[in-house]
């Protein structure tokens, strides 16, 4: 189980987590962004947005380029550091994306190094489903 609290569980494939921890390896020192994909409470896959930025202290990405998609259940980005925790511009841009959001903190390598977040900021449990 990835590290959270009690309140709200979440669910993602192994090979989603897989997939954006290698992306943020590969952006590092820069952030990586990109928002999930699923259903209700469990992310199918990462969807890497065209054209987004990929800053050392920041990321962003240009919603014209996302286009009418349902399946968007929340966002995911890395910190290049090892703290996981959301900023208060994270907590603001939460609030637009569904109810499930990951922060991965360096070095990016395991569960451990991901937490998640409710729309408000509240930490929930994520679990890896193989």
């Not at 990462?46 to 050392?56: C, D, K, R």
């Not at 395991?110 to 193989?130: F, H, K, M, P």
């Amino acid at each position: 189980m990835l590290s959270g609290c009690i309140n709200k569980m979440a669910f993602i494939r192994r090979d989603a987590l897989e997939f954006m921890l290698g992306v943020s390896r590969e952006a590092h020192p820069r952030e990586f962004i990109g928002l999930l994909r699923g259903d209700e409470n469990t992310v199918r896959e990462v969807m890497v947005i065209p054209a987004s930025l990929y800053g050392e202290g920041f990321s962003h990405f240009n919603w014209m380029h996302v286009g009418m998609d349902k399946s968007i259940i929340g966002s995911v980005h890395s910190h290049p550091s090892t703290n996981n925790r959301p900023s208060k511009t994270d907590v603001r841009n939460f609030s637009k994306t569904g109810d499930i959001h990951l922060i991965i903190k360096y070095p990016y390598e395991t569960a451990a190094d991901v937490a998640c977040y409710d729309s408000r900021g509240n930490r929930q449990d994520i679990i890896a489903l193989e």
